[in-house]
């Protein structure tokens, strides 16, 4: 079944629910899904067709939702991009994917003439803003359309969003989600994650719709919950913060980074955030340290770890979890990813890909309706990604005898330093509860005597002064002598892409030039 029967079936459940709020601006289900089909008719009389991409170059806002679902109910395959990208990498996208389609908000209509030559495929322009000899203006399209569209009809391995990965280590690739990937990971977001949504839910979009709050509004549009989009691009926590109070928001996703400045805003003691019924988080691991502060302002947490590959659905760490006393193996479960998602399995494998037993630390490997077909004209990334019948995640952890998952790292972020692995996240851990640690990234640098050096790059919190002799003595007196870091850079900010992810490599890139480590 077509996933815009979510929205389908909702409308019908549920005319009158509110569905989007931006400000003064509100809509109902009836009002938003009769603007989804508008949207899909006047794609269909132009010519796009079931199978063709549409790729979304868009801010998060009400029309981004709708001409996401509107490419669902065309049976299309969606490509929603991750706007802060360089215009160069978003043609790149555009021109992997062979988008037909592309949308824009007006704000990057000045960029497209730029990057026209590259993306030859793409037939229609459609645009939120003021037209040019190529584009179509989004509001005008809709004018004149009929109210009603019928769901196309498509495979449950038709392609229904092509989900770039983040390209944290190299050239996106587009990993095929299918329809029934989508209904896959929205059955079991309320089988696992929220037993108890109801048509009473308001999520709050604070997350890019192209990435995590994008997958996240599925389930949300099949209870008819209402979209709540905040006015400006930039994440304001304390706008934010004053939304959930303002709108009653029952529930959001948010990336670790997020939930830090939710936690640093000076105004959180004074919003009322009891509407909160949920906060999902994932996309990055948080340091226990963080977690910890954060659970003591938001007591409804629940941790979800998944991939664009394996969208939102691999294990998750369930609200009851999410303790800040407890016994030693509570406290130690602060730092997993949690116990395997409903009719998800989840295995370790070593570099042959043979089996690895409890506490062995190895390569993560999942194995799920919810998994990827493949990644698009890829074939090769596809068969080292998928190999055996598995999907293999690049990250690195082992499994506890209780079946908590543990996260070490991304295999490329492991550092070797004298011959010994040693995992970033247990020196970030160690690191991060220095009270002048404000953030901090463990990298790999090289070394002539060990081959890699360790060296952590710390970001101080305002007012601290804290000295590399001293950061380096706090791990020494806390871990083995040989995980110590031998050096400590300080920066402002660490490096992070717009879906809150520490870009490692970029981090690690001014060290290793002319090396052959892959970064
Ligand atoms: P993406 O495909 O862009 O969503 O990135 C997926 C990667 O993000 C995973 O392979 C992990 O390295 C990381 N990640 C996602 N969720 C979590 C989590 N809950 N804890 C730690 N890392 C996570």
Known sequence: MNIASLLTQATAAHPDNTAIVQGDYRLSYLKFEARVNRLANALQQRGVRTHDHIALWMTNGPQMLEAMFAAFKLGAGLVPINFRLHPHEIAYIIENSQASTLFTTEEFDKSVPDIRDL???????????????ESHNYESLLEEEEESFSDVDVHPDDVAWLFYTSGTTGRPKGAMLTHQNLWGM?????????P?????????HAAPLSHGSGLYALPNIGKAATHVFLESTSFDPQIALETIAAQNVTNLFAAPAMIKRFVDCPTIDQTDTSSLQALIWGG??????????????????????????????????????????????????????????????V?????????????????????????????????????????NGWLHTGDIGYFDEDGYLFLMDRSKDLIISGGENIYPREIEEILAQHPAVKEVAVIGVPNSDWGEAIKAVVARNQGHQVTEDELIGYCKSRLASYKKPKSVDFVAALPRNNYG???????????????????
């Open 196 to 204: 108890n949504f109801s048509d009473a839910e308001v999520v709050l």
């Open 119 to 133: 993306i030859p495929d793409v037939q229609h322009f459609i645009t939120t803003g003021p037209t040019s000899k």
């Open 284 to 345: 990055a691991p948080m340091l226990v340290e963080d977690l910890q502060q954060a659970i003591v302002k938001f007591p409804n947490m629940v941790q979800i770890y998944g991939l664009g590959e394996t969208p939102m659905t691999i294990t998750y760490l369930p609200s009851c979890d999410h303790v800040l006393e407890g016994s030693e193996q509570q406290i130690k479960r602060l730092g997993s990813a949690g116990i395997c998602r409903s009719e998800v399995e």
């Open 186 to 194: 929205t059955d079991r977001f309320y089988l696992d994650i929220c």
């Open 501 to 519: 992810k520490i870009l490692k490599r970029e981090l690690r890139a001014p060290y290793w030039q002319d090396r052959d480590r892959h970064i």
């Open 347 to 387: 295995a370790i494998v070593d570099d042959k890909d043979g089996f690895l037993a409890t506490g062995e630390k190895g390569e993560i490997v999942t194995r799920s309706e919810v998994m990827t077909k493949g990644y698009w004209r890829d074939p090769e990334a596809t068969a080292i990604t998928l190999r």
